[in-house]
């Protein structure tokens, strides 16, 4: 180190400077240490340049001497030699601490010269921007207390296996929420196979016994449940009932029931019968009897079923109501239906009615009051103006009905 820098960090080095933090300050020191690179260099070289002069002077002296040391004053007494010029090399250069001094060391011989040198390294160089003399600054104010940031573990999602796991921040720097995307694992080869087990005992051979059997409502579930044990089993059974099936066709017509009792109020008497067959008139206008072949009521009345009479075993007045479901092939015709009592035609029940068309049925029918004692005979007659004409029945089902071909009511009224 020269003098003058030595001079330079003694007056300075009690000022104690800070470092600055500052690119500023790194790019000044970076330039301050090349200076002093290169300061060292020159002071290395000019050294060797010293070194070598010196070398030459003590070159020329020993030439003038002699290598015999004899001669003084620089004359020969005898006879004198010239000296042989020597050989200079630089050897190595080694770095000494700051502050030591810098030397040049021979540690060859007279004529073959190796120079060793010991130069000192610079002491370290003042922080700061600034231009001359630089002093410390003033220590900066404390900066504001941080916030202890909150970390919550938000969603984990599973991927395929190979793709690349995340984990992602969804809050903020001071409200962390880490999403993590983990990937599958690969699917692991197959292992080996295991070591077969050791034989059960033998099993017990179990009774079975159906317990009982429960019906719930359609649409709930049929369960099987073991009210036993494993080996004695008492299975209970619950069916739920089936849901109602579709109407089937219309089945062939029932026996006649046995007459009801009728709980009529006014004389208690009540006449009420069918028929469902397809009847035809015996000639064109000319009455035919109809025939009835079921009895639905007849409390007060006889009469044989498939028969044409009636016969009253009571006494009082009765509302009639006679109806046909008739029509007649090859075109128009007129109807007429009558009640004989006692082979009489009753007043009021002649009903006459045209039917306008071969291809549709139409009801032809009648309502009337008339006076029955014990034993009346009473007989229900039709005509057609067409001796095709005809009465027949209807099964309606779709309302699970039928229309009667022929329908006699009769209620007694006091």
Known sequence: MSNIS???YKKYKPLNIEEKDNDDSKEYNNIRSRFLSILLWLLLLLLLIGAIILSSSALAISIKNGNNNAGVNNTCNNTCVNGSSPNVSVGFTFTGDPGTDASVVDVGTTNNLILEFTIPRGEDGLNGNCTGFCVNGTNGSNGTDGVSPTITIGNTTTTSPGTNATVTNAGTPTNVILNFTIPDGATGSTGQPGTNGTNGTDGVSPTIIIGNTTTTSPGTNATVTNAGTPTNVILNFTIPT????????IGPPGTNGTNGVCN???GGSILFSVDNTTQTVSAANVLTNVT???NIYTTGWTHTVSSTIF???TTGNFQFYTDILCGATGGSSTFLTVLLKNGVIIDGSAQVSPIMSSSILQHVNSHFITNVVVNDIFIFQM???RATGQISSLNLASILTTVYSAKIYAIQIN
Not at 242 to 249: I, K, Y
């Open 311 to 313: 016969t009253s075993t």
């Open 242 to 249: 089936g849901a109602t099936g579709s109407t089937g066709s």
């Open 264 to 266: 009529c109020t006014a």
């Open 292 to 294: 009835f072949n079921r």
């Open 6 to 8: 030595k001079t330079l």
């Open 383 to 385: 005509a057609s103006s």
